[in-house]
């Protein structure tokens, strides 16, 4: 029997603990070697004029099919089979558009441009390929390599049964925090090698067909379920402790408000200066759908993809993962930001999200 969900976090928080660490990992070496900028810090050192910086999953959303010498970007998005950020990342410095000198129409949509990598963004191209394998290789070292060989194997038998369009990362969440399912024709992909697939891709692949199995059930995306209302007691929560107790951005929270005030699910409450959120009864009804629905889920995926699969992922993600706060798990030895980025200037989390808030802002797992 699989442990029960009363003693260990769910397994959707459990890959979402795996997949927000690996990326603030990579993130923090990008913006440890990566000349840029940010809008609060302004450029790094010797870096004036360099990109706005951005999160590991505009890698594989976005630059890993941009060329130099040029791809259409419906093209880009067939490949990524999720949709990027378009307009960001031409203003953040990334990317160029111009005419397929091929098409000879007046206005052509942008989907038909071309989009070229600018010099800034072929040395973010050059630098995030390698950072992929380079923090997998962290992983290895810090956790011991056959942890992260049974990590891989659990995560692949699951991943070689679902559907072969899912992206290999998240997709930036739509309006109010839902998913964006996979693009193209569905197809099965039972026997597909996945072998070779980067760690974060296979946990994003997993997580996602989790959310998105979720969210065809529930009136509440599961980024908001797990995130805000997860942590509203019963005589409310303040509103300024949502990031620390979600783990999560103001920025993220706040979009996550507007949803649930404006859906019915929540009211704000204001005293004096303390603003508290307050679950409606449609609020407590998705709070207690949420938690159905995970137990649901994982019960339907056990005989799914077989007990032996998931006792298997559910462990190993619980040795690596452990609770997913500062004190209880091991992920958080590898989150220390250098001294000069931007993550060593804001307050440390305490927790990591239980789902990440991948968003339009250039993707950070955590909203910010």
Request: net charge positive; proline share 7%.
């Amino acid at each position: 029997m699989m442990q029960s969900m009363a003693t260990r976090p769910p397994l959707a928080a459990l890959l979402s603990f795996a997949l927000v660490a690996f990326t603030i990992e990579f993130d923090n070496e990008s913006d440890h070697r990566l000349p840029h900028r940010t809008t609060k810090y302004g450029p790094s050192a010797g870096a004036s004029g360099g990109p706005w910086l951005v999160s590991m999953v505009m890698w594989f959303n976005c630059m890993r099919f941009v060329t130099e010498e040029g791809i259409a970007a419906r093209e880009v998005e067939r490949l990524a089979r999720t949709r990027t950020n378009w307009d960001g990342m031409r203003r953040w410095g990334y990317v160029f558009f111009e005419l397929d000198p091929a098409d000879k129409r007046p206005k052509p949509p942008q989907s038909a441009l071309l989009v070229r990598a600018t010099a800034k963004g072929r040395m973010a191209q050059k630098l995030w390929a390698a950072l992929i394998p380079a923090v997998e290789e962290r992983w290895r070292k810090r956790f011991g390599g056959a942890m992260i060989d049974s990590l891989r194997s659990a995560l692949a038998a699951v991943v070689s049964q679902l559907d072969a369009n899912l992206p290999d990362c998240l997709p930036i969440l739509k309006f109010g925090l839902v998913n964006d399912g996979p693009k193209g024709q569905k197809s099965a992909s039972v026997g597909t090698d996945v072998s070779s697939l980067p760690l974060p891709a296979l946990l994003a692949k997993v997580l996602l067909a989790f959310a998105l199995e979720f969210e065809r059930e529930s009136d509440v995306s599961l980024a908001i379920c797990a995130d805000v209302l997860r942590v509203v007691d019963e005589k409310g929560t303040p509103v300024r402790d949502l990031p620390m107790l979600g783990g999560i951005s103001k920025e993220a929270v706040a979009m996550a408000l507007s949803f649930l005030t404006k859906r019915g699910f929540a009211r704000v409450q204001t005293a004096g200066r303390v603003k508290t959120l307050l679950l409606t009864s449609a609020g407590v009804q998705a709070h207690a759908d949420y938690l159905r629905l995970l137990k649901a889920i994982e019960k339907c995926w056990v005989t799914r993809y077989g007990a032996k699969t998931m006792q298997g992922l559910s462990d190993v993600l619980e040795r690596i993962a452990g609770d997913g706060t500062a004190e209880g798990s091991p992920l958080f030895q590898g989150l220390e930001p250098y001294p000069e980025g931007w993550r060593a200037k804001v307050r440390k989390p305490d927790t990591l999200p239980h789902y990440p808030m991948m968003l339009h802002r250039g993707g950070y797992p955590d909203g910010s």
